[in-house]
């Protein structure tokens, strides 16, 4: 479904048309006109941004191909019950921007988990910490590479109304009470503070395997 969603919104920006498959396969659906639209569409976009949480496994012969891949049993996933797929953001963003040659942002991107505060007044979050620090290194790898990573976004700041979830998914690096709406640094707030001022040098060896 991604593969399938994203160029129906980008190509029309970017290029000024739609992809070739959607219009054989809509074409005797679409209204009269439909391609006036596209030179309204069509805009000189500085760069890209993407919301990446996680990632598919797909085949490819020439085309997008979802791989079958079922579950299986322990399979890492977040309280939202996304995978945990840190190459995504390797390869998210290598695939966008030799499809579209646009610099990159990452304006999305964390976990949600199941955070309460302990005993001490403290939120330890040791799975967000290691979500950001196995992502993050993916996305060095892109940059490494060559890609134009130019920003990186973490959702989010603090706990928050989240769409259909409301308040029960927590992506926050801080906590919020949301009876008293009291707030509290939670460990991956502190731990993100060091990996910025650090320019990421806190992040340490990357290891060999995630």
């Not at 309280?79 to 953001?89: C, H, K, N």
Request: with cysteine; hydrophobic share 35%.
């Amino acid at each position: 479904n991604i593969a399938w969603n994203n160029p129906l919104w980008l190509d029309p920006v970017v290029f000024g048309r739609y992809p070739e498959k959607y219009v054989s396969s809509l074409e005797e659906h679409l209204p009269t006109g439909w391609e006036d639209v596209l030179e309204r569409a069509a805009s000189e976009i500085d760069f890209l941004g993407l919301n990446i949480y996680h990632g598919q496994l797909i085949d490819s012969d020439g085309s997008v191909i979802e791989a079958d891949h079922p579950r299986r049993i322990g399979e890492q996933l977040t309280s939202m019950g996304w995978p945990v797929t840190p190459e995504a953001l390797y390869w998210g963003p290598k695939l966008f921007y030799e499809a579209y040659g646009k610099p990159i942002y990452i304006t999305e991107n964390g976990i949600s988990c199941r955070d309460m505060p302990g005993v001490e007044s403290r939120v330890h979050d040791p799975q967000r910490i290691e979500f950001l620090r196995r992502y993050l290194f993916h996305l060095h790898r892109a940059v490494d590479e060559g890609i134009p990573v130019k920003g990186y976004f973490h959702w989010s700041l603090m706990d928050n109304f989240e769409w259909a979830e409301g308040y029960k998914e927590r992506f926050g690096l801080i906590y919020v009470d949301f009876q008293t709406q009291k707030r509290m640094i939670k460990d991956s707030g502190y731990w993100y503070q060091q990996v910025i001022e650090s320019r990421g040098k806190s992040l340490g060896a990357s290891p060999k395997h995630f």
